[in-house]
């Protein structure tokens, strides 16, 4: 199935976004691993913490995260502190995407993990125990989602856990955002150092977390207000700022024209005329939001300068590669440079006339490209309902701004 987007002369809209996946899936880790734990209120319903939860209570042997990167590092971790042998596997691409980090981290404070198919890769068969813990030095630039499956975890382990950061960090705000859930928890987890976190062995306590709206979600509604002659929209229960480190997005997005405002209803997003003549931005706190300022600043004609995307290869898919063959389709030449950059300077040729936007069964594709309709009425999206990754509703939100959904 595809789907062609008619957007409105003027957006108009109220929108309560997805609650976050990000601060779902560490909170139900936290809960599982709290002696009676209370269910966190207002928990994602999205394909990714939907396989989470199923996974905290399943029974099988076999547990099967589908696409779920978060899911696959997280529980990893967990599986290995929980008592009893489990298989946890995904799919021909989670299978792709390596995961021998994690594990060697997990190897080296007691963790019984083997590979069953290729070395470095899932699926991984586990078996649970008490561990004891102790100290680990890691690269800073691997992806947190590592650095949280093992933070998670530290309070359970008899030593706790001490980890030494090597290098530059990336994505430090998630590492922030793990250890500001796990002390409202009642663990005792801190930046020891700059490049130092200690978590002491001081397990959680039962606690009710309220999950916040989505700021990753947010950033579509951003790109919708860029590219359009006329907009208003208004998030409702969004706040600035916010755990999660996605919102630093609002004020990079400034420079693409979107003027905000925090109100007792939530934020309002306002359309400007006032936007650079060509932007910078450093992903590496900020790599969900890539593909929306990647698409948003092209079709503004914004010259760019992307730096901070070592993570955007071994996501959902490859994002780099994927964004440079998109992009091309609507007629921009992006340059790619090493692992960590993307740039356009402007250098255009000839679009395609229909152009069929692939998804690469990712959610930050479908959902980065749909404002592009804006300026290429006839694009399609291929494969829409990849969104139900993060944000099943988002199609249906477009609608109630007044965006014409046609089948194709």
Same mark, same amino acid.
């Given at each position: 199935?595809?789907?062609?987007?008619? =957007?409105?002369?003027?957006?108009?809209?109220?929108?309560?976004?997805?609650?976050?996946?990000?601060?779902?899936?560490?909170?139900?880790?936290?809960?599982?691993?709290?002696?009676?734990?209370?269910?966190?209120?207002?928990?994602?319903?999205?394909?990714?913490?939907?396989?989470?939860?199923?996974?905290?209570?399943?029974?099988?042997?076999?547990?099967?995260?589908?696409?779920?990167?978060?899911?696959?590092?997280?529980?990893?971790?967990?599986?290995?502190?929980?008592?009893?042998?489990?298989?946890?596997?995904?799919?021909?691409?989670?299978?792709?995407?390596?995961?021998?980090?994690?594990?060697?981290?997990?190897?080296? $404070?007691?963790?019984?993990?083997?590979?069953?198919?290729?070395?470095?890769?899932?699926?991984?068969?586990?078996?649970?125990?008490?561990? #004891?813990?102790?100290?680990?030095?890691?690269?800073?630039?691997?992806?947190?989602?590592? $650095?949280?499956?093992?933070?998670?975890?530290?309070?359970?382990?008899?030593?706790?856990?001490?980890?030494?950061?090597?290098?530059?960090?990336?994505?430090?705000?998630?590492?922030?955002?793990?250890?500001?859930?796990?002390?409202?928890?009642?663990?005792?987890?801190?930046?020891? *150092?700059?490049?130092?976190?200690?978590?002491?062995?001081?397990?959680?306590?039962?606690?009710?977390?309220?999950?916040?709206?989505?700021?990753?979600?947010?950033?579509?509604? =951003?790109?919708?207000?860029?590219?359009?002659?006329?907009? #208003?929209?208004?998030?409702?229960?969004?706040?600035?700022?916010?755990?999660?480190?996605?919102?630093?997005?609002?004020?990079? =997005?400034?420079?693409?024209?979107?003027?905000?405002?925090?109100?007792?209803?939530?934020?309002?997003?306002?359309?400007?005329?006032?936007?650079?003549?060509?932007?910078?931005?450093?992903?590496? #706190?900020?790599?969900?939001?890539?593909?929306?300022?990647?698409?948003?600043?092209?079709?503004?004609?914004?010259? =760019?300068?992307?730096?901070?995307?070592?993570?955007?290869?071994?996501?959902?898919?490859?994002?780099?590669?994927?964004?440079?063959?998109?992009?091309?389709?609507?007629?921009?030449?992006?340059?790619?440079?090493?692992?960590?950059?993307?740039?356009?300077?402007?250098?255009?040729?000839?679009?395609?006339?229909?152009?069929?936007?692939?998804?690469?069964?990712?959610?930050? *594709?479908?959902?980065?490209?749909?404002?592009?309709?804006?300026?290429?009425?006839?694009?399609?999206?291929?494969?829409?309902?990849?969104?139900?990754?993060?944000?099943?509703?988002?199609?249906?939100?477009?609608?109630?701004?007044?965006?014409?959904?046609?089948?194709?």
């Amino acid at each position: 199935m595809r789907y062609q987007l008619q =957007f409105p002369p003027e957006i108009k809209g109220k929108i309560t976004l997805p609650t976050s996946k990000s601060i779902s899936n560490r909170a139900l880790i936290i809960y599982a691993l709290t002696q009676n734990g209370i269910l966190p209120n207002h928990l994602a319903v999205c394909d990714d913490t939907d396989v989470m939860k199923t996974a905290l209570v399943s029974t099988n042997e076999v547990i099967n995260i589908l696409a779920a990167g978060t899911s696959m590092r997280f529980l990893t971790a967990y599986l290995s502190v929980t008592t009893g042998t489990r298989i946890i596997t995904g799919t021909e691409r989670m299978q792709n995407r390596p995961i021998h980090i994690l594990v060697d981290a997990l190897r080296k $404070i007691g963790a019984d993990i083997q590979y069953t198919d290729k070395k470095g890769f899932p699926p991984l068969r586990i078996v649970g125990k008490k561990l #004891e813990g102790s100290k680990l030095s890691l690269d800073g630039s691997i992806s947190s989602q590592f $650095i949280t499956a093992l933070l998670l975890i530290a309070p359970t382990l008899e030593k706790g856990l001490q980890i030494e950061l090597k290098g530059h960090i990336a994505s430090k705000p998630y590492i922030d955002m793990t250890l500001a859930l796990m002390n409202q928890c009642g663990a005792k987890a801190y930046w020891h *150092m700059s490049n130092s976190i200690q978590v002491e062995p001081q397990p959680y306590k039962p606690t009710t977390l309220n999950i916040e709206p989505d700021w990753s979600a947010a950033s579509y509604w =951003f790109s919708i207000v860029a590219l359009s002659d006329k907009a #208003e929209i208004l998030l409702t229960d969004m706040v600035i700022p916010s755990l999660q480190g996605d919102f630093k997005g609002a004020k990079e =997005f400034e420079k693409l024209g979107v003027r905000y405002k925090q109100t007792p209803e939530g934020l309002h997003l306002f359309k400007t005329n006032q936007i650079s003549s060509a932007i910078e931005i450093d992903f590496t #706190e900020i790599p969900d939001l890539a593909q929306t300022f990647v698409v948003a600043a092209t079709l503004l004609n914004v010259p =760019f300068k992307f730096t901070g995307l070592d993570t955007l290869r071994i996501k959902e898919t490859d994002r780099i590669d994927a964004l440079v063959q998109e992009m091309k389709k609507l007629g921009y030449i992006l340059v790619e440079k090493g692992n960590k950059e993307l740039s356009w300077k402007g250098e255009r040729c000839l679009a395609e006339q229909q152009p069929i936007i692939e998804t690469y069964d990712d959610h930050r *594709m479908a959902m980065a490209f749909a404002p592009a309709a804006i300026v290429f009425p006839h694009l399609l999206i291929n494969e829409p309902d990849v969104v139900t990754k993060s944000y099943p509703n988002y199609w249906e939100d477009l609608t109630k701004a007044g965006v014409n959904l046609l089948k194709k």
